[in-house]
C-alpha cells in the first residue's frame, strides 16, 4: 500500500534559531552535543513508554524532536553525529525496531550509512536490484510509502529486511533538487501513524539529507586540502632528479607492503596519503643540504632531521589531516629506539610509519644520488634483511620480501629519470 501525506511546513521552533549558524548557540560545545543525543534518547525512551498504551507522540513531542535533530546539525566535531541524532529522532517518532539511512551511490545502487536497531547489521552493506530501482521511482516522486507485511506488496517484499517485521515506512530523502537517498523504518507492529508522522518522518529525512551532503562538502574540502598538499610536494621532488616521484613510489610499496600485511581499506588509505606528503617539511630545509653531493655534516644532518617536525606542524593546523600526522612525525623512528625525532621503539612507533620506514629506505637505496649510486633491487632487499628488527620492524620486512616479486615488475614504470 502507498500512503501519502501533505507536506507540513513546521514553523521555525523558536529555540531552534538561536543554534543555527550565526545565531547565540553556536557553534555548539562537546557538552552541548552530549546533551543533544541524551535529549534525543530521553525522547525516545518517552515514546516507548507512551508506545506501551498504544500511542505515538503528539504534536509538540514531535517538533521538539525534529528540533533536536536539527541543532545536531550544527555539529562541527563528530560528523557522524546529525545522522546519528536522525535515526533515535525517527526511532523516537514512531517507535521504531529498526531504522536505516542509505544513501545513492549512482542510479540503482544505495548504500546502508547508517542503520540502528533491528536494521543494525545492515550497516555499511549496499543494495542494487530491484529494491534500489524502487528507491529511485521513491525519490523521483517525493513521498513517502508505507507498507504491511500482510499486504504483499512489492514493498513489503523488498523492505522488511529483519525476521518478524510486519510493518515499514521509507521516506526518500531529498534535499532541493538533489536526490540523496532513502529512510528506512521497519517495526514489528504496525503504529497508527497520524499526518503529523508522516510530516515528522519526511523532515528528519530531509534533516539527514542536509547532514549528509554538508559531510560530502567536508569530504570534498579535505580532498582539495590534500591535493594542495600534495603538488607541493611534488613541486619539491620535482626540483631535484634524485628525488622525483619518491612519495609516489614510496606510496606505492607501502600500500602493497599494508594488502600484504591485511590491514583494513581504511588503514592503507591513511598509509597512502600519509606516504605522499611524509616529505613535506623538507620544504623547510636549505636546498644546499637536500641537494648537497656528499654526506651531511652533524649540523647539516640536524638541520634536515627537523624536516619531521617541521612537517608535522605544516600539517597540524588542518583538521581533517590529522590521521596523517602519526606516520610523518615517526617515520625515521627506528625499530630498536635509536631514531628520531621521539627515539620511540618497536609497537610503539605507529604502524604507518614503520611500513612507510621500509619502503622509503627501498627506494632511497635503489635511486641514484649525488653521491653514490643506486644498489640493485636485491642488494637493497639484502639490506633491509640485515637490519630488520635493529631499524627496521620484521614483520614488515617479511611482507616487502613477499611483494618484492611484484614490486621488481612494477619498479620499471615509476622509476625517475636519470640526471
Ligand atoms: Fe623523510
Redesign the pocket.
Known sequence: MIGTHGRVQFSPHQGLAATLPGGAGWPPTHEAMENQTRSVRRRRTATQARTRTGSLPGPVPILETVHDVARSLCFVEGRGAPLDAAVAGVMALLNSDGVAILTRERRGEYLFVKADGILGEWQGFSLSGEPAQMLDALIERDDIVLFKRAQRSPWAREFLFAAGMEWGALAPVRVREERVGAMLVNQVTAPHVRSEHAAGLMTLATLAGVAILEARRHAKSEEIFMGVIVSLTMALEAKDPYTEGHSVRVAAYSEAIGKQMGLPPAALDTIHRTCLV??IGKIAVDEAILTKGSPLSEVEREKMDM??LIGESILKPLRILHPLLPGVRS??ENFDGSGYPDGLKGEEIPLEARVLAVA?AFDAMTTDRPYRVALSEEEALAELRRTAGRQFDPRVVAAFEQIFPAVKRTLQNLRPRRP
Do not use: L, Q
Open positions: 611524509h616529505d624536516h619531521v617515520h625515521h622509503d
